[in-house]
């Protein structure tokens, strides 16, 4: 089975500081891993992904995450944050084994807080 | 940018009255899902759709549930009797091939009361 842990319900961070928002993953074979963001009355918003190659990757809004295949880690981050960055974050896995198998497992999501 | 668009934003019904949510996917999409989120709680698969059948569904997408795509662009999940349990965000997703991120819409807030 498949399944992701955010650790951190909340992460407060000052504006222009960097950010950074955990995520660990168990799957079976190989990850693909997502990580998605919403902001309030929104749907999930596509912000990257690992599906192979370099470990790390870059996506929208200069969000970066860095995947550590010995730690079993897709942690998200950020050199600066703004204050717009300010949402609810989560990472999702789907097991590459799984052939056939279609669905993403999330995280419970992490709230990040950007202070002006 | 093209995107999945749900109606509505949000349904209120009766407890034991039949709901049906819609969805409209990107347009060259070939794979369709659908998620929940109950209030404070993780997102949660409950099925995919491919080629014109279920290729997936969770335990929690049991006989009350259903999905269609009655034309070449409409994508929806039924509900026959809902629970109060049901209430949630449902979130319709697609993707273009099965190994690239999915897209989601606004999702359709259910309240069963």
């Known amino acids: 089975a498949q399944s992701v842990a955010q650790p951190e319900d909340q992460v407060n961070v000052a504006e222009g500081n960097p950010l950074t928002v955990k995520c660990t993953y168990s799957?079976?074979?190989?990850?693909?891993l997502f990580w998605y963001v919403q902001y309030p009355n929104r749907g999930l918003q596509f912000l990257l992904k690992?599906?192979?190659?370099?470990?790390l990757v870059k996506g929208s809004y200069g969000f970066e995450a860095e995947f550590n295949k010995s730690q079993t880690s897709f942690h998200l981050k950020k050199p600066s944050a703004l204050v717009s960055d300010s949402a609810l974050y989560f990472c999702?896995?789907?097991?590459?084994?799984?052939?056939?198998?279609?669905?993403?497992?999330f995280g419970k999501g992490t709230k990040l807080s950007v202070i002006p | 940018e093209p995107e999945v668009t749900q109606t509505p934003s949000h349904q209120v019904t009766q407890m034991g009255q039949e709901v049906i949510l819609r969805c409209v996917p990107i347009s060259n999409h070939l794979y369709f899902y659908w998620y929940r989120q109950i209030l404070g709680q993780k997102v949660e698969f409950l099925v995919s759709f491919y080629n014109n059948e279920i290729s997936e569904k969770s335990e929690i997408f049991d006989d009350q549930f259903s999905v269609e795509r009655p034309d070449g662009s409409n994508f929806t999940l039924k509900i026959r009797s809902t629970k109060l349990e049901d209430s949630a965000m449902y979130f319709c997703?697609?993707?273009?091939?099965?190994?690239?991120?999915?897209?989601f819409g606004q999702g359709t807030r259910l309240t069963v009361v």
């Open positions: 997703a697609s993707s273009q091939i099965l190994n690239t991120e999915a897209f």
């Open positions: 999702a896995v789907r097991d590459r084994a799984g052939a056939g198998s279609y669905q993403l497992t």
């Open positions: 690992y599906i192979t190659g370099d470990n």
């Open positions: 799957v079976s074979g190989n990850p693909y």
